[in-house]
């Protein structure tokens, strides 16, 4: 099969002048008395980071984290190298409780309800290049950095390494170049290194801007440091004798983005004090076959230094855990003593049919951290080779859950739908109510699509306390404003012709997984009541495009997606192609609140995916699942059980219908035992119940009618023995009323009592 081209792995043979210049680069500023080092490269020996004598220290004549060239400052770094921990050297705060493990895979977002983020770019500017950390600084400019290309000047010279200053708001965007190439930085690792930037933040008008070195491969980043320009980016410091973080430690940095100037003093989290920076090991993304230099990002790190001090590396304090309260950060200048803040083991696309080195992908990469100050939340953009990955979190420091993730399928290189690498949110572009904010990212390479400085528009909406429709209706939820579509992947880049109430369409979400589960459906950012889902099938191909099975029903509450309890499809399900384009079923079920609703299953056809036209969602009123028992296995998801009596469901041989009935059987006195199903009912509506009972001595008495909260209607029955029989009980929902349990049962009191179900129903008028 054909290999799959990377978006930002540059091909070698297609690289020829970005290779040449990267050679030519690494050879301006060598580092000296660095020694080589053989690792598994492109033919090449690439060369280790250098580690000169003193590779934290600060510049000549700069100050120390304590303000001063202390001795306290010099033991700092001398017990970093041996391995003793600087407050416990200096006999300072006794040593915090050590933090609790993360979880491999963040717990879903529980704060957000919908997120929409376009398929493509909307604004593209007149430049070139890829990456773009970018800061919004006091004189109201957005400065950034890009890598490979000529910024916002084409015509200039290609370079590895540059900075611009952009102005004008997203529908009139305007740049140019200020510094390229060795006016912005150094190469330190010798032999198949380039620079390349990874984050920029803002102090007022001061510009830090964090450049690594990065094999011409793209499979290790061994070395980072930080610059620094005071004249808008035109002119770049920095000191020239090491790397601030040499070997393959936190060589990949961001910063958390503030808003203008990096903030004020109503930033919380003292981001008034502090610029906060996040950083990963070994590389920017994962280290691809055949390559595998260093072990793929998995985990986040953070590090916080006074924005007066950010190029002094003995100032940069490292996330080190929590104080036993399990809350309060504690911080070590030992970067030895880092711990994560994020991690996530998830990857992406475990087997595609293009197979190569598109497999397998790791989710943690450089992107950005910003603060959305209108919605109080930091939100973290990642993303791997062809997905979107978005967090959020109330702290710096965690704990982060995931927002969303996007994916735009294996062949995002069609104009219609792609992702992007490096992605950041600008703080200049978020809106005054933080729910509209432009996401930049890129793709490879010259060019191409989207190796620019680019912009889509991503709205998003935080989750809303209450119930949107607590009362039944006709009405399709899928239809509500605010409905967001969701999916697994889409081939069509566009997932509109879900909820456009045409079920004669067909979309899919061939995507080139391999994969063992498609999803359609909705989320939306205030709570549905719903006991009903009806879906249209697409259109089956000769390679997929169906479901093997029944696909299950899944709503989502609290972030957390869950199977609907007793659903019932009231038509039997056809797997495969067999039912043809635009099959439609409805699956009932009792009634569930949540935020979002789903179809899950698995897809068919040799190439592993399915196919659907339109969705529609109801809560409907009187809907009773299953009143003949002839779906039920059991007691506990759509009919449920009250009381402590033996009971279950018989198969075969007692019922008044088809196969199954329910039963209840006491041999002492026990009080009322009821079978039981909830419904949606309207106020002020009659609901008629209707029960087939039969009962054997000595039970006389049956119980049938409505329960809801704060109040019950039940009638009791006399019954007759041995046979089955009608009973019927009306009830009128008070006012206020939407939700109520169907009841009925008997009263063990004594005796070997038998009380049997069949043919429930419920009419409402």
Known sequence: ???????????????????????????????????????????????????PPDSSAPPRGSRSATGQNSLEAKRAVMNDRVGIGAQQAAGAAAKPAAPAALPDVPPPSDWIGTIDIPYRNSVVTKSEGDLWPNCWAADDAVYAAWGDGAGFAPANTFVDVGTARITGDVNNLSGSNTATADGVSQVWTKGGFTRKPTGMTCVGNTLYLAVQDLAINFDQAPAATIVKSTDGGKTWTWDKRAPMFPDHVFTTIWFADYGKGGGDASSPDEGDKYVYAYGLDGNWRESPPPFNTVPDPQDVFLARVPKDKVQQRLAWQFFSGYRADGTTPTWSKRISDKKSVLRDT???????FNGGDGEGLSVISQGGVVYNKALGKYIYTSWSEFNYHFYESDTPWGPWSRMADQNFTSFDDRAVQYGGYGTTFPSKFISADGKTMWLQSNRCCPGQIGYSFALRKVQLEPAQDGVANPAPSDANLARDPGTQPISRSVRQASLAALNDGVSTGSIDDYDGEIKNESFWGYTWPQSRRMNQLTFTTGTPAADGGWFVAAPRVQYREDGVWKNVPGALYTTPFKPGAADGTNATYTVQFPPVTGDGIRIVGAPGGDHRYSSIAEISVGHRAGQLIDGGFENTGGYGEAWTFRGTAPHGIDNGCCSRTGKRNAWVRTQEALGPQYVEQTIAVTPGSTIDVSAWIRTFDPVTTAYLGLRWDGGENIAKLTTSNGEYRQYQHSVTVPAGVTTATVVTGYSADGGDAIFQLDDVSVAVR
């Open 1 to 51: 099969m054909k290999p799959v081209r990377r978006r930002w792995s540059r091909p070698l043979a297609a690289s020829a002048a970005l290779a040449a210049l990267a050679l030519v680069s690494t050879t301006v500023s060598p580092a000296v008395g660095a020694a080589p080092q053989a690792h598994a490269g492109a033919g090449a020996a690439l060369a280790a980071p250098p580690a």
């Open 346 to 352: 998830r990857r992406d696309y475990p087997l595609t």
